[in-house]
Structure formats: C-alpha cells, structure tokens
C-alpha cells in the first residue's frame, strides 16, 4: 500500500510520500514514489505515484524517455499545467491498454493514480489527482490538497489544520505528521518519507529531504504528537451522564 499528500496555498506546494510497497511478518520492500522532473528557472513539476508498481514505474520510464525527444509532448513543453495533466494521464493510459489484458488474465489490479503538483511560468501554482483511466480533478482553495492511497488515517489532521492560508513550513509539519499517523495505524506505510517544500515563484525546489527509520526529527514529532493529543483528550470535559438521564426521564 502507499500514502502520497500534495498540500497547495497561497505561499507555494508541498508534496509528501511513504516507500513501502508490500508488508508482511518476514518480508517488507520499499520503493521511490516521488519524481521530481522540474526544469529549474522555467517550471517546477513533481509526481507521487500509487498502485501497481509495474505500471507506474513503466509510465515514470516513458516521462523520462519524452524528455529525451524534442519532438513529441513532454513535461517540459507542454504549455501550461494542466496541459501536463492531460499529457501525463495519456501516458498513463497509453500504458495500461498495453499491460491491461495480461495483468487482468492472472486477477493482478492493473490500477494506479498520480499525484501531479508543480508550477509553469505565467501560472499559479497547481495540484492534480490523475486518476487511473487518466481523466483528473484539481485541488481548490476551498479543498486545498489531495491524497492517493491508504488515506483515510491521515485525512482527519489535514481536515482541521489545513486551509489555503497556511504558511509552507505549517503545511509541511501538517504533511509529516499526517503520514506519521497513518504509519501509526497501517503498518502497510512506512519510511522513509520524502518531502518536497516549494515557494512559489521561485520555479526552484530548495526543500528536499528524505526521513528514514529512526530519524530524530520523525521520532521528536511522533512523540511530541502523541503527548499533545493526550493532553488534549485528557483536557475534554467528562460526559454529564446525569443531565441527560434527567432529560430522558421529561421525555
């Protein structure tokens, strides 16, 4: 399984991924699931990916091997970011309808989804969700990210921290520790994490890091989390068990 975040706002990107691809009790193998293909000074373009490995590392191999060509759409040349989407969902497409019959023939899921996140010159920054058929939504100020994935453990903390107006450095701590609680309740996600901050109008990733088992700064967050929403739950007031069996006895 995997966990990838892309946070979107006014100040810029930030994009988050786990590595781990399969877990069990004696075997556990971990793979890169975010690509940065930027052209630095001119576009800033990262893709996290989830779903069967095989295609997403044969569409990632294609992307590269279109920027090897001037003559045919690339990341590179591709005029605005949702241009980028379309191309990249082609691909995608292109890929499954080649692998799909036999995948399908042995029950092996063929699917997969893209997160697409980055800014071209003469736009505001973006955050797309390419979805396996390859068709995409966009995030919003009103829904500013998105997730692929185990998502359902990380989502509550995005939820309630996240809004188009949160600085970068905010939005990074939300991404980390919406992953943290997402490997604290599937052990099918895990490190290391990678992380990409990216200011806009800079059209140039300067934050980039990769967290792996025992980093101290995973492990201070994890623990400063925990002892936070302890303190919190131990904070919220008791039930009034007798206000409401004095309200069910009126009734």
């Given at each position: 399984?995997?966990?990838?975040?892309?946070?979107?706002?006014?100040?810029?990107?930030?994009?988050?991924?786990?590595?781990?691809t399969?877990?069990?009790?004696?075997?556990?193998?971990?793979?890169?699931?975010?690509?940065?293909?930027?052209?630095?000074?001119?576009?800033?373009?990262?893709?996290?990916?989830?779903?069967?490995?095989s295609?997403?590392?044969?569409?990632?191999?294609?992307?590269?091997?279109?920027?090897?060509?001037?003559?045919?759409?690339?990341?590179?040349n591709?005029?605005?970011?949702?241009?980028?989407?379309?191309?990249v969902?082609n691909?995608?497409?292109?890929?499954q309808?080649?692998?799909?019959?036999?995948?399908?023939?042995?029950?092996?899921?063929?699917?997969?989804?893209?997160?697409?996140?980055?800014?071209?010159?003469?736009?505001?920054?973006?955050?797309?969700?390419?979805?396996?058929?390859?068709?995409?939504?966009?995030?919003?100020?009103?829904?500013?990210?998105?997730?692929?994935?185990?998502?359902?453990?990380?989502?509550?903390?995005?939820?309630?921290?996240?809004?188009?107006?949160?600085?970068?450095?905010?939005?990074?701590?939300?991404?980390?520790?919406?992953?943290?609680?997402?490997?604290?309740?599937?052990?099918?996600?895990?490190?290391?994490?990678?992380?990409?901050?990216?200011?806009v109008?800079?059209?140039?990733?300067?934050?980039?890091?990769?967290?792996?088992?025992?980093?101290?700064?995973l492990?201070?967050?994890?623990?400063?989390?925990?002892?936070?929403?302890?303190?919190?739950?131990?904070?919220?007031?008791?039930?009034?068990?007798?206000?409401?069996?004095?309200?069910?006895?009126?009734?």
């Open positions: 399984m995997t966990y990838c975040l892309g946070i979107v706002t006014r100040y810029g990107l930030v994009m988050a991924a786990d590595s781990r399969n877990a069990g009790v004696d075997y556990i193998s971990t793979y890169q699931k975010l690509f940065d293909f930027s052209d630095p000074g001119h576009r800033v373009i990262v893709l996290c990916t989830s779903g069967n490995l295609i997403t590392q044969a569409v990632m191999n294609l992307l590269h091997q279109d920027l090897q060509s001037k003559d045919v759409e690339n990341l590179h591709a005029p605005t970011l949702y241009d980028v989407a379309r191309y969902g691909r995608m497409r292109q890929i309808q080649q692998e799909r019959p036999w995948l399908e023939r042995d029950g092996i899921d063929y699917k997969c989804t893209l997160l697409l996140g980055g800014q071209v010159r003469g736009e505001l920054p973006g955050l797309y969700m390419i979805y396996s058929q390859g068709n995409f939504i966009q995030a919003t100020a009103e829904t500013p990210f998105l997730q692929i994935g185990e998502t359902k453990y990380g989502k509550p903390i995005l939820d309630r921290t996240l809004t188009f107006e949160t600085p970068l450095e905010e939005a990074a701590k939300g991404a980390l520790l919406s992953i943290d609680s997402t490997m604290k309740s599937n052990i099918s996600v895990g490190p290391p994490i990678s992380l990409v901050m990216y200011e109008n800079s059209f140039l990733i300067r934050h980039h890091l990769r967290l792996r088992l025992g980093d101290p700064y492990e201070k967050i994890r623990k400063l989390w925990e002892i936070s929403l302890r303190e919190a739950f131990e904070r919220m007031p008791n039930i009034d068990w007798e206000h409401y069996q004095d309200e069910g006895r009126g009734e």
